[in-house]
C-alpha cells in the first residue's frame, strides 16, 4: 500500500485536491477532520482537565480553547501532547482498516505534514500550492479572516517555497477545478503499482 502524504499552506486548495483524491476512489485521512471528532467525543474531558471552562455538554468549545492557546507556546504544546496521540490512533486504524481492505494507495491529509516530522510516515510527499495572490484572496475572503490573521497563520508555516522544494509531487491550483483534477489523477498514474510500506 501506498502512503501519500498531502499538505499545504493555508488558502492553497489542500481540500479540493482531498475531494479529488477522494473522488477517484482513494481512501483519505483527514488529520483536521479527526481532531473535530475528538474535540466532540473522547478529547473533551482530557481537555477540559488540561484547560478548565474550555468545553460544555461534553463537547470543546473551540473559540475558548483558541483563546487560551493561540498566543501561548507552553499552552499550544500541551493540547498537541493532548490531541497528536489521538490523531495519531485515528491514523492508524485507518492505515490497518486500508491494508486490510487491500487499498493499493492511501492519502493522509496533514496541514503541518512537513512542521511537525510526519513525512517520515509516508512514501511520497505531495504540496498543493498556488500564486501568492490567489492564496491571499481565498483566505482573506473567508468569514473572520483579515491580513493580520492570515501573517500569523503564515508565520507557523513553512514556507510555500520551501514546501515545495520537499515535495515528491506539486499541485498547482491557481487554474480550474479541471487542471487539479487532472493533476491529482496524474500523481495517483505515476504511483500506481509502486510499493509502499505496508507492500
Known amino acids: 500500500m501506498f502512503v501519500l502524504g498531502l499538505t499545504g499552506s ?3 486548495g489542500k481540500s479540493t485536491a482531498a475531494r479529488f483524491f477522494s473522488e477517484a476512489g482513494v481512501a483519505v485521512h483527514d ?3 479527526a481532531v473535530h471528532r475528538l474535540y466532540q467525543g473522547e478529547a473533551a474531558a482530557l481537555i477540559e482537565a488540561a484547560f478548565p471552562g474550555t468545553t460544555a455538554d461534553g463537547k470543546v468549545d473551540r473559540i475558548k480553547l483558541a483563546a487560551r492557546v493561540l498566543d501561548d507556546a507552553a499552552a499550544m504544546r500541551r493540547l498537541e501532547a493532548v490531541i497528536h496521540p489521538l490523531v495519531g490512533e485515528s491514523e492508524k486504524k485507518f492505515l490497518a482498516k486500508a ?3 487491500g487499498d493499493r494507495i492511501v492519502v493522509l491529509d496533514i496541514p503541518l505534514l512537513l512542521e511537525t516530522g510526519a513525512e517520515q510516515r509516508v512514501d511520497a510527499v505531495v504540496v498543493v ?3 501568492p495572490q490567489v492564496q491571499r484572496a481565498r483566505v482573506l ?3 473572520g479572516m483579515n491580513e493580520a490573521k492570515l501573517d500569523a497563520v503564515l508565520a507557523k508555516q513553512l514556507p510555500d517555497s520551501e514546501k515545495r522544494r520537499r515535495a515528491h509531487f506539486v499541485v498547482d491550483t491557481s487554474g480550474s477545478h479541471d ?3 487532472a493533476q491529482v489523477h496524474g500523481i495517483l ?3 500506481a503499482g509502486l510499493p509502499g510500506r505496508f507492500a
Open 10 to 12: 493555508i488558502g492553497m
Open 31 to 33: 488529520a483536521d477532520s
Open 99 to 101: 491494508a486490510e481492505r
Open 129 to 131: 500550492s498556488a500564486n
Open 141 to 143: 475572503g473567508r468569514p
Open 179 to 181: 487542471s487539479t483534477r
Open 189 to 191: 498514474r505515476a504511483v
